[in-house]
């Protein structure tokens, strides 16, 4: 990374550390393991809903049922649920923001979440385009494996570097 | 104590050994547990949403539960290896946290509650299993179970912050 990138960043540190908000939410120490609480369970509707509409792409559940009726279901258990992933991975942030945003793992999460986004959004572009997208008798075959492959790796690799950012710390 | 003295051996197993004095090998076990446990609170919600009536109602209680509950368990049986192995590495200081011994509590009411669901609702759900509608005890049995799932995940983060 550029000095000028990290100087900046190491700023920005010091200035949220130095805030009330960040101060009230260091001096509180309940805190922090309810937000992370909040924050598993939020994970755990994404990736779920996620994995439900990868295993259908995989053909191994929901297979009697439209690629139409899965995506209504679980598609908006995908996305609605960031909302409260960012307002409480901001929380984490502002009460340790060295420890968050200098963090390499924490770094990484963030570079797989917007490829996570990108890959289901992508998803959602293809179902649009053509309705049988997914569909098992469908000739184009590749592309919904690899999406559901991408897609789990994807939100497994998410969650084991959130794990991780406790210990590059 | 004597099952202090069980934990006690536990944790001087070369297996626990192993994970106690690796450094990375309790960060990656800990992460296949997050993921597991993950995809065990996200897929039984899918199933309790459905006997409280609040989504997939288009699908029978029934079938929504014979299309999930694999995954369930799946995601249960890795969860429940990669925590003995974590417990193993630290048995006896495990064995006396609050929030440790609160788990394996939550964790059984969660199972009795679902042993009563099945001793209870499963004769009955032939009956109600295939309608939109869900008789008030499959309503009780999901409220709890949501509840114990979302307690058990609290009490996870209590350890990580209680031990070391």
């Known amino acids: 990374m550029s000095p000028v990138f990290v100087k900046s960043l190491n700023a920005i540190c010091v200035w949220i550390d130095q805030t009330q908000l960040s101060q009230a939410i260091q001096a509180t120490s309940w805190v922090v393991p309810t937000v992370q609480t909040v924050h598993i369970l939020a994970i755990a509707v994404v990736a779920s809903s996620a994995l439900m509409i990868d295993l259908r792409l995989l053909g191994v559940f929901w297979t009697d049922r439209p690629m139409k009726d899965v995506f209504s279901r679980f598609l908006p258990l995908v996305w609605w649920p960031l909302l409260i992933l960012f307002a409480t991975g901001a929380i984490m942030i502002i009460g340790e923001p060295a420890r968050s945003l200098k963090n390499p793992a924490f770094q990484l999460k963030m570079l797989l979440l917007v490829t996570a986004l990108i890959v289901t959004g992508l998803l959602q572009f293809f179902e649009r385009q053509d309705a049988a997208f997914g569909d098992l008798r469908s000739a184009s075959r590749p592309l919904p494996i690899i999406i559901a492959v991408a897609s789990m790796l994807l939100w497994s690799a998410i969650i084991f570097a959130g794990r991780w950012i406790a210990y590059y710390a | ?164």
Not at chain 2, 52 to 72: C, H, K, Y
């Open chain 2, 1 to 164: 104590m004597e099952l202090d003295r069980a934990f006690g051996w536990l944790q001087a197993t070369t297996i626990a050994k192993a994970i106690s004095e690796n450094e990375i090998l309790f960060p990656w076990i800990e992460s296949v547990h997050v993921l597991a446990i993950v995809l065990v609170v996200g897929t039984i919600s899918i199933v309790d949403l459905r006997l409280l009536g609040v989504a997939s109602l288009d699908r029978s209680a029934r079938r929504l539960m014979q299309d999930v509950l694999p995954f369930t368990w799946g995601a249960f049986g890795v969860a429940a290896i990669t925590g003995s192995l974590m417990f193993a590495s630290d048995a006896v200081n495990y064995a006396h946290n609050f929030f440790f011994r609160g788990k394996l509590v939550l964790l059984a009411l969660a199972g009795l509650n679902m042993a009563v669901f099945h001793l209870v609702g499963v004769g009955n759900i032939a009956r109600w299993g295939v309608t939109r509608q869900t008789p008030w005890s499959a309503k009780a049995v999901a409220a709890i179970s949501l509840l114990m799932w979302m307690a058990v995940v609290a009490f996870g983060r209590g350890i990580g912050f209680t031990m070391h």
